[in-house]
């Protein structure tokens, strides 16, 4: 199944008291360009997230943000200082003795010193939080492949029926081709006639001439390519996978093809197709473009 470079996936675990969510979207890339946006408490596990995303992902401008809540921060542990309130008790009895003034210390005068008492949040397990986030990322990872996918089945539609436009284009250029060097015989035939009026004409010599141009003008090799082309996308079309390289290298050789015949012919039916084609080529190739 081929997969659209465009998508969308967002996950929440929780565990516990924490949650961490996760949330993905992509745009067209040549090659993968993975930005991560995600909280400093988490950064040490930004890694973590890049080597889960590219078993997902091969190709796309993906965006990932993360968000986490510890539900426990508001549980703070209450911690003393027991050696700053040593050093401040020490201090006060010193200037007591040293400027002959009463000790009058109490626990909570010394209480209300700066940093005796601080509140300290509750530092979440490691590894706990590294579950919890992997628990996230191939969530929301899952639910943005799920995402590509759905996408790239009607991509999938939408290029075939393109395809089967282009066939026929090609089977008229097929079909008209050889009556072009008919009508040029033809015309040539009726041209040397007048110039020579009722002399005898030499046959061999229209037909060498009318064989030089139809070696100008023969599209069989150009319209056998093209349809080998045409059928060669809709295989891989079928087969799926990262194909989104070599279905655009494809496409740029159709469009080659296509502008050969174009330099070609000088027949207007057989040019305008061959515009039409070039146009739907470059339809397909747009499309192509958002493939993986």
């Known amino acids: 199944m081929i997969k659209s470079m465009t998508g969308f996936g967002r996950f929440e675990a929780v565990k516990d008291k924490m949650k961490i969510a996760v949330e993905m979207r992509a745009v067209n890339h040549r090659y993968l360009d993975i930005s991560v946006r995600i909280p400093k408490k988490l950064s040490n596990f930004e890694s973590t997230i890049r080597t889960i995303l590219k078993e997902y992902i091969q190709r796309g401008k993906v965006d990932v943000f993360v968000s986490y809540e510890d539900f ?68 929301a990872a899952e639910l943005f492949v799920d995402s590509r996918m759905k996408e790239g089945d009607n991509l999938k539609q939408d290029l075939v029926g393109k395809l089967d436009e282009m066939l026929k284009d090609v089977q008229f250029i097929e079909k008209h081709s050889p009556q072009i060097i008919e009508q040029y015989h033809e015309k040539l035939r009726t041209k040397v006639k007048e110039l020579l009026g009722d002399k005898q004409l030499d046959d061999s010599r229209i037909a060498a001439e009318v064989t030089i141009y139809a070696d100008k003008v023969c ?13 060669a996308v809709k295989k891989e079309l079928l087969t799926g996978g990262s194909i989104g390289r070599k279905l655009d290298f494809i496409a740029q050789e159709m469009n080659r093809e296509a502008n050969t015949i174009l330099s070609k012919t000088s027949d207007l039916a057989v040019s305008d197709t061959g515009i039409e084609l070039k146009t739907s080529i470059e339809k397909v190739r747009e499309q192509i473009q958002n493939i993986e």
């Open 219 to 231: 599209v069989d090799e150009e319209i056998v390519r093209l349809r080998s082309h045409i059928e």
């Open 72 to 139: 426990s921060e508001t549980e703070s542990a209450l911690c003393y200082n027991e050696a700053l309130a040593g050093e401040y008790l020490k201090h006060l009895r010193r200037m007591a003795e040293t400027f002959q003034i009463r000790d009058d210390i109490t626990v909570s005068t010394l209480a209300r010193f700066p940093d005796i008492f601080t509140m300290q949040e509750q530092e979440a397990d490691e590894t706990e939080l590294k579950e919890v986030l992997e628990e996230a990322v191939r969530g």
